[in-house]
């Protein structure tokens, strides 16, 4: 079963703003990614974490490694309505190096109000 | 579009039967990744093929098989299909057994009556 816990469920917000997110784990994590999901699609990847601690943005996306490596959070500045959809974490375990299953959160579905 | 690629996109059947959802990875990637979303379970790992062999194995019913074929297109086996099973199936591809950065196709969206 699930071992993440991806918060806020669900945030609906206006265009312009700032957007944060994160999962926690009370496990051990090796690598942190974040997903986006459009309905009917499949996950898209944003952003994939390797190291604790780490940083990485991509556009207007930013994403942490935490230094537990128990967490990570998402954050979106600036949100347009494209921004709308599923976003999930997801994650592999510590010491499952060896394969290349990944657990996922539960997702937040964002919604932005023009 | 991530370059993976399952068929059919959409699937009704009854309880009971016995369907098979294809994917073909990625150009390159050996590794094949099967997994089902559903409303109150979320993205769950099924099964894992590397190169043709079993990898790494989740919450896979004994209902449902895998194989990944020499050409690396995978098929996902779900038989004596139950109400439950309706779900989304995704396929992910990646260049090795270990890559965490999985493409994930477009999925199948089985119903089952």
């Known amino acids: 079963g699930q071992q993440l816990n991806q918060s806020p469920q669900s945030m609906f917000i206006q265009e312009g703003e700032d957007v944060s997110m994160n999962c926690t784990s009370s496990s051990i994590f090796n690598t942190w990614l974040w997903y986006k999901q459009d309905p009917g699609e499949g996950p898209v990847l944003l952003i994939a974490l390797y190291k604790a601690g780490e940083l990485t943005s991509n556009g207007r996306l930013t994403a942490q490694f935490g230094i537990t490596r128990k967490d990570s959070f998402l954050n979106i500045s600036a949100s347009i309505p494209s921004d709308v959809g599923i976003y999930f974490c997801?994650?592999?375990?510590?010491?499952?190096?060896?394969?290349?299953?990944?657990?996922f959160g539960q997702g937040t579905t964002l919604q932005v109000k023009p | 579009d991530s370059g993976v690629t399952q068929t059919p996109k959409h699937l009704i059947t009854a309880t009971g039967q016995r369907v098979t959802l294809r994917c073909s990875p990625r150009s390159g990637d050996l590794s094949v990744y099967w997994y089902q979303q559903s409303l109150d379970q979320g993205l769950q790992f099924l099964i894992q093929y590397y190169n043709g062999e079993e990898r790494a194995k989740g919450n896979i019913l004994e209902r449902f098989s895998a194989q990944q074929f020499p050409d690396l297109h995978s098929e996902l086996n779900l038989s004596s299909l139950e109400l439950g099973d309706s779900a989304l199936y995704f396929c992910?591809?990646?260049?090795?057994?270990?890559?965490?950065?999985?493409?994930f196709g477009p999925g199948t969206r089985l119903t089952v009556l």
């Open positions: 997801a994650g592999q375990l510590y010491g499952s190096s060896n394969t290349g299953k990944l657990i």
């Open positions: 992910a591809s990646t260049r090795t057994s270990t890559y965490n950065e999985q493409f």
